[in-house]
């Protein structure tokens, strides 16, 4: 059974930064790619960033980018979401998932419980 717990997310303030964690067990993801979404309230789930277990490539949407990275260490099964130049609207409860390969949250089969991101401005 499959087990991914995030970690990491808390108040911030605009500008600031956090670091979220996702620590798999249950299995070891020698391919595919993790994911992170996040989802605020009345919106749809929406795709941040995925990184490849095997290549580390990366993908990030747009509202994102340069912003945020994503990294893995596959020794300790964990994948990071480093979160820099926060603002109000990355206000969300952030979820890392596995087992799918595409920006779409549907494509993926395993979900964490999520960790919530407020940023106040």
């Known amino acids: 059974q499959v087990q991914l717990v995030e970690s990491g997310g808390g108040l911030v303030q605009a500008g600031g930064s956090l670091r979220l964690s996702c620590a798999a067990s249950?299995?070891?993801?020698?391919?595919?790619?993790m994911g992170w979404f996040r989802q605020a309230p009345g919106k749809e789930r929406e795709f941040v960033a995925t990184?490849?277990?095997?290549?580390?490539?990366?993908y990030y949407a747009d509202s994102v980018k340069g912003r945020f990275t994503i990294s893995r260490d596959n020794a300790k099964n964990t994948v990071y979401l480093q979160m820099n130049s926060l603002k109000p609207k990355d206000a969300a409860v952030y979820y890392c998932?596995?087992?799918?390969?595409?920006?779409?949250?549907?494509?993926?089969?395993?979900w964490g419980q999520g960790t919530q991101v407020t940023v106040s401005s």
């Open positions: 990184i490849s277990w095997s290549a580390g490539s990366t």
């Open positions: 998932a596995a087992g799918g390969v595409s920006s779409y949250y549907w494509d993926y089969d395993y």
């Open positions: 249950g299995r070891t993801f020698s391919g595919g790619a």
